[in-house]
């Protein structure tokens, strides 16, 4: 009896171990199950989407676009500088420097006032970038795609400048690359403004088709004045996007000790085109300072007319405009 009653005891007890063991296994494999099953967390610096507000809307676009469509060359200038492949361009009037863009991997996607829009609908582009000259098409261009307007504030130039630039940056995870670039151009701009206020007054004109438009501060050509330091011979000339139209008399009695020259026709072409050259240097401008003292400048226009407001047409306007410090 007594060894009946002890083997009773001895079962119960290993009955209650073998249960207690049990249940901590499984409360062991419940703690595993949920932490398995957590959503993991996103990192911080790479958020899934960029929301982006411009003068037209807002627009929510992945992070890294893999297809983008460019109708504006300073932005297209801006992603070659970067790296950033673009999936479709209008392919006439491209600045020479980006001529590349001209080969038949990239969509010749229409031009910068017309887009071809059954090409582009065809494509699905993720992003659809745009200036001013293709600012009509937008509300059809962002029922494509999200479309953000990129064009450059002439009344701040600078600041409207950087922050493109870095909006950019932050939508391709290029931040350091751009914050780069934009310090770089920074410090060109303060060095040449700094010579560029003892140098003289200077005036900015556009040639086209045989007749000259003047631009001051404020202006699509702005910059020289308001960035790079040149006093303006005139600064009372409208800023309109077309410049104020003038004479050959206006030049002289305004008599600039530094003449910038953007030719038009040389990029665009039309009616009654002619080189700038001819355009200007006639009798009555040979009698201003900047004549006289060999100081007229002829800016290229596919940076000063086609893509400015890029990285690389940034540097390069700069570089143009310090050859009248030398």
């Not at 929301?51 to 932005?75: C, E, Q, R, W």
């Not at 060109?188 to 005036?203: H, M, P, Q, T, V």
Request: glycine residues 8%; contains cysteine; hydrophobic residues 40%.
């Amino acid at each position: 009896m007594k060894k009946s009653f002890v083997t009773i005891i001895l079962t119960l007890v290993l009955a209650v171990i073998v249960s207690a063991c049990g249940s901590n296994n499984a409360n062991n494999s419940s703690g595993a199950t949920n932490a398995s099953t957590e959503a993991p967390t996103e990192s911080p610096t790479a958020p899934a989407e960029v929301t982006i507000t411009h003068s037209l809307g807002t627009a929510t676009v992945k992070s890294n676009p893999a297809k983008v469509a460019v109708f504006d060359y300073g932005v297209l200038d801006t992603l070659d500088k970067l790296g950033i492949e673009v999936a479709a361009v209008p392919q006439d009037n491209l600045p020479s420097y980006l001529e590349k863009y001209k080969d038949s991997k990239y969509e010749n996607a229409g031009t910068l006032f017309e887009p071809d829009f059954e090409k582009l609908s065809a494509l699905g582009p993720d992003v659809i970038f745009i200036g001013g000259r293709t600012s009509e098409a937008y509300e059809e261009l962002n029922k494509i795609a999200p479309t953000i307007l990129v064009s450059v504030d002439y009344a701040s130039y600078a600041q409207s400048f950087e922050s493109n630039m870095k909006m950019i940056g932050q939508l391709f995870g290029k931040d350091a690359e751009v914050a780069a670039e934009i310090s770089a151009i920074q410090t060109a701009s303060a060095d040449l403004s700094a010579k560029a206020a003892n140098a003289g007054k200077a005036l900015i004109l556009l040639t086209t088709g045989g007749k000259i438009s003047a631009y001051g501060p404020g202006s699509r050509f702005g910059i020289i004045h308001d960035v790079l330091g040149f006093v303006p011979a005139d600064a009372a000339i409208k800023s309109d996007t077309h410049g104020q139209s003038v004479s050959n008399e206006y030049v002289l009695e305004t008599n600039p000790d530094i003449l910038f020259i953007v030719d038009r026709d040389s990029v665009a072409g039309g009616e009654g085109t002619q080189p700038a050259k001819q355009v200007i240097e006639n009798d009555l401008i040979k009698n201003t300072n900047a004549y006289k003292n060999n100081k007229i400048f002829y800016l290229s226009p596919g940076y000063w007319y086609l893509s400015g407001g890029g990285l690389i047409s940034a540097k390069e306007m700069i570089n143009e405009a310090a050859k009248a410090v030398e």
